[in-house]
């Protein structure tokens, strides 16, 4: 689904990349395109068409490239882009999305942050991604607005778990993010995740912070963290945060995970409609969510870690996209970067 602004761009350099991939290595993939967002908004009326989710459940995995942008920003619009992707991750059921930030030494320059911060930083975000405030009740009248956050005791355990597991195979150690001293989601969620890794993760290390010191500890010391687990809203905004790290929010991959091995793979970046079409955005992030479609929902790790070495290899021998181009370095094109990574691949 290539979705609005950047997303035909980056999700054509993710599909050049699959195509390689299984070119190298005698697979044979079928890829189907559907409409979401604006784009469906525009020929459909509707941001999630029926075709689409047919598409999506039949299939093994599902690639997204981004959605929305001001042509669909009418805050009083019935329908907008948005509406679609919330749809799509509560059809298919992908309640636990993965957001690895993970820092190229190449990179450092590109970050706003000093060097000395940045050096051994690897950790991933796991964000609970079918609960809380952006699916609850909305209201509004002229003069006030509400919206509901809700979660369930079973929403906590199964996210908490994911994030666990994960953490034991990495570093063992875990770090919660709520905001306990205000919020009564928060109290459920701490008091849940503390029950969950004590009866079933005892061997591993639990830290737990509020959102707002966590904000402050994901640039002040971001290398001590592994896994940090967080709810819907806080963990789309810390992720954002935390793309400064890596240098770009061009760079960041992302995997929304459910109970079955059919994902929804997309980079975290947003549809930046003001370069669209320039043929300048980093297809990083899309690269990176396409090796991770390979890991998750096909279960090839190894051309998924081939994937993700030659996303290395190409920045080590000095392609730059603009958005992370230190000063002097010329930029190459969203065009140029794909196929530096695609020769990378051999």
């Not at 796991?126 to 405030?133: F, Q, S």
């Not at 709520?178 to 009866?199: G, Y």
């Not at 993700?308 to 930029?331: K, M, Q, V």
Request: charged share 20%.
């Amino acid at each position: 689904m290539p979705g609005d602004g950047i997303g035909p761009e980056v999700t054509a350099a993710a599909h050049k990349v699959l195509k390689r991939v299984a070119d190298i290595h005698g697979h044979s993939f079928n890829f189907e395109v559907r409409l979401i967002g604006g784009a469906a908004i525009d020929r459909t009326q509707n941001p999630l068409p029926a075709d689409t989710v047919a598409s999506c459940i039949e299939s093994s995995a599902v690639f997204l490239g981004a959605v929305g942008g001001p042509k669909w920003s009418d805050p009083h619009a019935m329908v907008r882009p948005e509406k679609g992707l919330l749809e799509l991750r509560s059809v298919l059921g992908v309640y636990a999305n993965l957001r690895p930030v993970q820092v190229m030494e190449e990179l450092i320059p590109a970050s706003p942050l000093k060097a000395e911060y940045l050096t051994g930083v690897d950790l991933v975000v796991v964000r609970e991604l079918t609960g809380g405030i952006y699916f609850g009740k909305k209201t509004r009248s002229e003069t006030v607005a509400s919206d509901l956050c809700t979660y369930h005791t079973h929403e906590v355990e199964r996210i908490v778990r994911v994030a666990a597991r994960l953490a034991g195979e990495r570093r063992n150690k875990l770090c919660s993010v709520d905001k306990a001293n205000v919020l009564e989601t928060s109290r459920l969620w701490r008091d849940v995740t503390d029950k969950t890794m004590q009866r079933e993760f005892p061997d591993i290390a639990v830290e737990t912070l509020l959102v707002d010191a966590a904000a402050m500890h994901l640039l002040s010391r971001p290398s001590d963290f592994d896994v940090i687990v967080t709810e819907n809203m806080f963990g789309d905004i810390l992720t954002d945060e935390a793309s400064m790290l890596a240098g770009s929010l061009g760079m960041l991959p992302s995997a929304s995970l459910g109970d079955s091995t059919r994902g929804l793979f997309e980079p975290i970046h947003g549809s930046a409609p003001d370069i669209a079409g320039l043929d300048v955005a980093n297809p990083c992030g899309a690269i990176g969510s396409a090796a991770m479609l390979l890991r998750h929902s096909l279960g090839l790790s190894e051309e998924a870690d081939s994937v993700e070495a030659a996303i290395h290899t190409a920045i080590a021998d000095g392609a730059r996209t603009s958005d992370i181009a230190a000063h002097g370095e010329t930029p190459v094109s969203t065009t140029a970067m794909t196929d530096k990574i695609i020769a990378a691949l051999g």
